[in-house]
């Protein structure tokens, strides 16, 4: 079992920056693929990032390409997004997800990707 906590959204500015934190319970953190996802007002679940067990291979949506950086602290048991450019666009409730790799068999764009979730973090972008 595996808790997320996710923390740093707020009101930020066009044109500005954040780092959203995601901290996580358990010992095997690091055996975990990583995911951010997104979810606009009236909108469905989006995939924003993803970052695999092994800490060396990244995916990222085309909307937040490089924009986002996707990263992990095992020895902390924290995920990091940090986001610039930030557009009104990217106003939404942010989630991060973990999930087992299962010998790379997930779909790590996918939420059926994932086995864990936090309650989400909301991050309004103002014009």
């Known amino acids: 079992q595996v808790q997320l906590v996710e923390s740093g959204g707020g009101l930020v500015q066009a044109g500005g920056s954040l780092r959203l934190s995601c901290a996580a319970s358990?010992?095997?953190?690091?055996?975990?693929?990583m995911g951010w996802f997104r979810q606009a007002p009236g909108k469905e679940r989006e995939f924003v990032a993803a970052?695999?067990?092994?800490?060396?291979?990244?995916y990222y949506a085309d909307s937040v390409k490089g924009r986002a950086t996707i990263s992990r602290d095992n020895a902390k048991n924290t995920m990091y997004l940090q986001m610039t450019s930030l557009k009104p666009e990217d106003t939404a409730d942010y989630y991060c997800?973990?999930?087992?790799?299962?010998?790379?068999?997930?779909?790590?764009?996918?939420?059926?990707?994932?086995?864990?979730w936090g309650q989400g973090t909301q991050v309004t972008v103002s014009s």
């Open positions: 997800a973990a999930g087992t790799d299962y010998g790379g068999s997930r779909n790590v764009r996918a939420q059926y990707g994932y086995d864990y």
């Open positions: 970052l695999k067990w092994s800490g060396d291979i990244t």
């Open positions: 358990g010992r095997t953190f690091n055996r975990y693929n």
